[in-house]
């Protein structure tokens, strides 16, 4: 098998002509008829642990949701932990991928898995382009739920240390709205669908006075609301893991969230 094998299964799902201009999605380290005898690393970034993991598990191919690179390097003297992992990948023959803001606009990828895990229904795209793909969900819950209780649904199921959130001034709550990830710029669309909570990361203070009363915006952490990559690349390649002998997916167990939280 070869890491093209891999590559063209996920953009099969993701096609890299979907991600924004600023991105860097696709093969970034390594070459695309390099043989993988193998398995595949499953995490959020890239960092000395997991790289430290790739290699304990026989691994030559570590696939992400976010770049390690977005832009041009000038120097590879591991000044950085940019530089001093990418230099590991390729000293040990590791190709690294990523599948960014890709697997944000296509159907049925990070807001949508975000919602599913939920339990929202009747999900559409919240900000969608001709062809369905786009940013963010909108969708339903099966019955309103009081808002507390789903904020604690909110912290069992990302696992969240705090939540972020502008004033409750919704008792209850049955219409969500959801962007992985950064979203503060959609909160007018979240507003426009008619939510009653926007669930999304890396809120700005100012933000928070958006939506003035028509709903509640949740701040859920960037971590915490892209986690799930790690479970949908996975569902995406494990057909492939199924056909092909002597290869292995693994989900990162040494991926983390690099910001901390002091209670």
């Keep these: 098998m070869k890491v093209r094998d891999i590559t063209e299964c996920i953009e099969a799902f993701a096609p890299l002509s979907l991600q924004e201009s600023y991105d860097n999605a696709g093969l970034i380290v390594g070459r695309y008829d390099d043989e993988l005898t193998g398995g595949v690393l499953l995490a959020v970034d890239v960092t000395d642990e997991v790289i430290d993991e790739a290699l304990e598990l026989g691994c030559q191919m570590i696939v992400t949701h976010h770049p390690i690179l977005f832009g041009g390097m000038k120097r590879f003297n591991s000044a950085s932990v940019v530089e001093r992992c990418v230099e ?19 159907v049925g990828g990070m807001s949508w898995r975000l919602g599913k895990m939920l339990g929202v229904e009747d999900m559409q795209t919240l900000e969608a382009a001709a062809d369905g793909t786009g940013f963010g969900v909108v969708g339903q819950l099966a019955e309103p739920m009081n808002i507390e209780a789903f904020f604690a649904l909110l912290r069992t199921t990302l696992g969240c240390k705090a939540i972020r959130h502008s004033k409750v001034v919704k008792a209850d709550v049955q219409r969500i709205a959801i962007c992985t990830g950064a979203g503060g710029s959609m909160i007018d669309k979240a507003a426009a669908s008619g939510c009653d909570v926007y669930v999304t990361a890396d809120v700005k203070y100012n933000q928070y006075y958006l939506p003035d009363g028509r709903f509640v915006l949740c701040d859920v952490g960037h971590y915490e609301s892209e986690y799930c990559a790690i479970d949908l690349l996975f569902d995406i390649l494990a057909e492939m893991s199924k056909k092909i002998t002597n290869f292995a997916l693994h989900k990162s167990a040494k991926t983390e969230n690099p910001m901390y939280y002091s209670l």
Excluded: E, F
Aim: charged share 20%.
């Design 88 to 106: 590991r990948a390729i000293k040990h023959d590791i190709a690294l991928y990523a599948c960014h803001t890709n697997l944000d606009a296509t």
